[in-house]
């Protein structure tokens, strides 16, 4: 009797998710800033704005080369 058993094959992913906490120049958190992040190539923009704690994510960012603009009204 011969029995294989082989591990469940998990895919590649070809995207990513990018974090990051906003903060000013002495370290402060920044809630509700714009985050921008520009496809270079495609010029496509994906929007984020940060919570309470200065914190926001990207998800489902395809492979790229790209520009982060963070803003805030004030």
């Not at 920044?30 to 200065?54: H, K, W």
């Amino acid at each position: 009797m011969l029995a294989l058993f082989t591990p469940p094959v998990i895919a590649q992913s070809t995207t990513g998710t990018l974090t990051g906490t906003v903060m000013d120049t002495s370290g402060g958190v920044l809630p509700a800033a714009q985050v921008a992040l520009t496809d270079e190539a495609s010029g496509a923009v994906r929007r984020s704005i940060s919570n309470t704690t200065g914190f926001f994510t990207l998800a489902g960012v395809p492979a790229g080369r790209f520009t982060v603009e963070v803003s805030l009204a004030g």
